[in-house]
């Protein structure tokens, strides 16, 4: 079964910059289908965070960045902030399961 | 205010059925597509299909197909999953999300989330 794959967890420090990949397939990212990211605080519902690979909705810091390539997409936070300690997950579209994946998420620690 | 207000927990035998009800606000429901998403305890987000609130069109995931129904009411506007010959493996938290069509057909907003609990 085609999956997105993200790495667990990635921690930095306040104020430094952290990426995080999003790893695809032929059917989903490589197939020119956007990525979307969420953020998930502990105990409440996905938030989106990131729409068609780089785009910010409204009232999302700048601080926050998508970028996709390939059969690949990350996600990069610079001027990491204590709330933003949280789990991310990627999205696609799958034209071999003819349906939406999520990535496993990736939990970020803010040291 | 633009939100979508979910029902509450439930708990349910196996073998039993559950409905879960997903209200929208703020917006006109029939003019969006809704999903419906579930997240198992400690596993990832699980797509599950999607009705189109206006001519009520669904998709289902490959993973539920004959156990799942989506419907739709529109003077209320409610989205409604319906999931059948619930196994223990079926606990988890159930999320309806709005399909956002002007944001490359990403959730954009999503309901608080409903617990069910299937335990004998």
């Known amino acids: 079964q085609s999956v997105l794959t993200q790495p667990p967890s990635v921690s930095g420090a306040p104020g430094q910059r952290v990426t995080m990949s999003c790893t695809g397939s032929?059917?989903?990212?490589?197939?020119?289908?956007?990525v979307h990211w969420y953020q998930q605080l502990p105990g409440t519902a996905p938030k989106l965070l990131i729409y068609?690979?780089?785009n910010r909705p409204s009232g999302v810091p700048d601080r926050f960045s998508g970028s996709k390539s390939g059969t690949s997409a990350s996600l990069a936070i610079t001027g990491l902030q204590a709330e933003d300690e949280a789990d991310y997950y990627c999205?696609?579209?799958?034209?071999?399961?003819?349906?939406?994946?999520f990535g496993g998420g990736t939990k970020l620690t803010v040291l | 205010q633009v939100q979508l207000v979910q029902s509450g927990a439930e708990v349910k035998k196996p073998g039993a059925s559950v409905k879960v009800s997903c209200e929208a606000s703020?917006?006109?429901?029939?003019?969006?597509?809704f999903h419906w998403v579930r997240q198992a305890p400690g596993q990832r987000l699980e797509w599950m299909g999607w009705?189109?609130?206006?001519?009520?069109?669904?998709k289902y995931s490959q993973n539920f197909q004959g156990r799942v129904t989506i419907t739709r009411e529109t003077s209320a506007s409610t989205a409604y999953l319906e999931l059948s010959r619930l196994r223990s493996e079926d606990t988890a938290v159930y999320y309806c999300?709005?399909?956002?069509?002007?944001?490359?057909?990403?959730?954009?907003?999503w309901g608080q989330g409903t617990v069910v609990t299937v335990s004998s």
């Open positions: 999300a709005r399909d956002g069509s002007t944001a490359g057909h990403a959730f954009d907003i």
């Open positions: 703020g917006y006109t429901f029939s003019t969006y597509t």
């Open positions: 009705i189109n609130a206006g001519n009520g069109d669904t």
């Open positions: 032929s059917s989903n990212i490589g197939a020119n289908y956007d």
């Open positions: 068609g690979n780089s």
């Open positions: 999205q696609s579209y799958d034209n071999s399961l003819s349906g939406w994946v």
